[in-house]
């Protein structure tokens, strides 16, 4: 049962990912030729999305691999190189479509609106069949990529009412006041991720767990003196990894099971532990 859910997964974002890849051409191509930043910068958009598609769905399918000698943590962690890399794309895009966009406002020009409102159709449908494909999925690929391409969604909805309205009324001031709402959208939306994935790249203990709170649940195990060389990270945003040199009472190698089950409760298992005496303890204990 688990086995045909990942081949589904992987089957379902593989789809949105060559829907999607598809379309970002057919954007950039559109965007020129209606001389519209808004699609433009949606295109851009677009492309960070198909980095972020193509590399889930590889990562999708090696996600199960068991870890090697090479990878001795797995391959969960590339996951989180993918999201950080996707977010300095989508970063530097909005950048220059920003640019762009202000370049236009200093000297504005005519777009084909007509042709913006059918690719502004196109748009919607294909990026809901995407995110049809995807939403609903167990896997924290399908989840991500599901509000992904409901976003994508939401601002194909705003180019295409933009079009309608100037195809009534000359306000091509609209086409680029989209451009720098959907690209500053993007940047808020992509700047809280690329924080949160660089803070796990990074190594830094997780927002939702405290590094405290467990040396105390540690230290009121009786017996346990002391810990020192405390690590704490994350290997992705699931799994936590925790290291610590713990100084016990003479004669109680027994606590063993006892620490490890504070740890358990906190999410934790992937536990690297050392047990030491007062009198038998490494350098890097505190004097």
Same mark, same amino acid.
């Given at each position: 049962?688990?086995?045909?859910?990942?081949?589904?997964?992987?089957?379902?974002?593989?789809?949105?990912?060559?829907?999607?890849?598809?379309?970002?051409?057919? @954007?950039?191509?559109?965007?020129? #030729?209606?001389? +519209?930043?808004?699609?433009?910068?949606?295109?851009?958009?677009? /492309?960070?999305?198909?980095?972020?598609?193509?590399?889930?769905?590889?990562? @999708?399918?090696?996600?199960?691999?068991?870890?090697?000698?090479?990878?001795?943590?797995?391959?969960?962690?590339? +996951?989180?190189?993918?999201? !950080?890399?996707?977010?300095?794309?989508? %970063?530097?895009?909005?950048?220059?479509?920003?640019?762009?966009?202000?370049?236009?406002?200093?000297?504005?020009?005519?777009?084909?609106?007509?042709?913006?409102?059918? #690719?502004?159709? /196109?748009?919607?449908?294909?990026? &809901?069949?995407?995110?049809?494909?995807?939403?609903?999925? $167990?896997?924290?690929?399908?989840?991500?990529? +599901?509000?992904?391409?409901?976003? =994508?969604?939401?601002?194909?909805?705003?180019? #295409?009412?933009?079009?309608?309205?100037?195809?009534?009324?000359? %306000?091509?001031?609209? =086409?680029?006041? #989209? &451009?720098?709402?959907?690209?500053? !959208?993007?940047?808020?939306?992509?700047?809280?991720?690329?924080?949160?994935?660089? %803070?796990?790249?990074?190594?830094?203990?997780?927002?939702?767990? &405290?590094? =405290?709170?467990? @040396? $105390?649940?540690?230290?009121?195990?009786?017996?346990?003196?002391?810990?020192?060389?405390?690590?704490?990270?994350?290997? =992705?945003?699931?799994?936590?990894?925790?290291?610590?040199?713990?100084?016990?009472?003479?004669?109680?190698?027994?606590? /063993?099971? &006892?620490?490890?089950?504070?740890?358990?409760?906190?999410?934790?298992?992937?536990?690297?532990?050392?047990?030491?005496?007062?009198?038998?303890?490494?350098?890097?204990?505190?004097?």
């Amino acid at each position: 049962m688990g086995h045909h859910h990942h081949h589904q997964a992987t089957k379902n974002i593989g789809v949105a990912f060559f829907l999607n890849l598809s379309f970002t051409i057919i @954007e950039f191509i559109g965007g020129i #030729l209606t001389n +519209s930043v808004a699609i433009l910068s949606d295109a851009i958009h677009d /492309l960070g999305d198909s980095v972020a598609l193509g590399s889930s769905w590889y990562l @999708e399918k090696i996600s199960n691999q068991k870890a090697n000698k090479k990878f001795t943590f797995g391959y969960r962690r590339l +996951s989180i190189i993918s999201a !950080f890399l996707n977010c300095i794309i989508l %970063l530097l895009g909005s950048v220059i479509i920003i640019v762009e966009a202000i370049k236009r406002i200093m000297n504005p020009e005519v777009v084909d609106v007509q042709g913006m409102m059918y #690719l502004a159709i /196109l748009g919607i449908i294909v990026n &809901s069949i995407g995110a049809w494909k995807v939403i609903g999925g $167990k896997s924290l690929n399908e989840r991500t990529i +599901s509000w992904h391409l409901l976003e =994508d969604v939401l601002g194909w909805v705003a180019v #295409l009412i933009g079009s309608i309205v100037m195809s009534f009324y000359p %306000l091509y001031w609209i =086409d680029t006041f #989209l &451009s720098i709402a959907i690209a500053l !959208f993007i940047s808020y939306k992509v700047l809280g991720r690329f924080k949160e994935s660089f %803070l796990i790249l990074a190594q830094t203990v997780p927002k939702n767990i &405290s590094l =405290d709170e467990i @040396e $105390k649940n540690i230290l009121e195990i009786q017996n346990v003196i002391s810990t020192h060389q405390t690590l704490l990270w994350s290997l =992705d945003e699931e799994n936590l990894v925790f290291s610590s040199h713990i100084v016990i009472e003479k004669n109680h190698s027994d606590l /063993l099971p &006892s620490i490890q089950s504070v740890l358990k409760n906190q999410g934790i298992h992937h536990q690297t532990l050392q047990l030491e005496t007062e009198d038998n303890n490494c350098e890097g204990a505190e004097k």
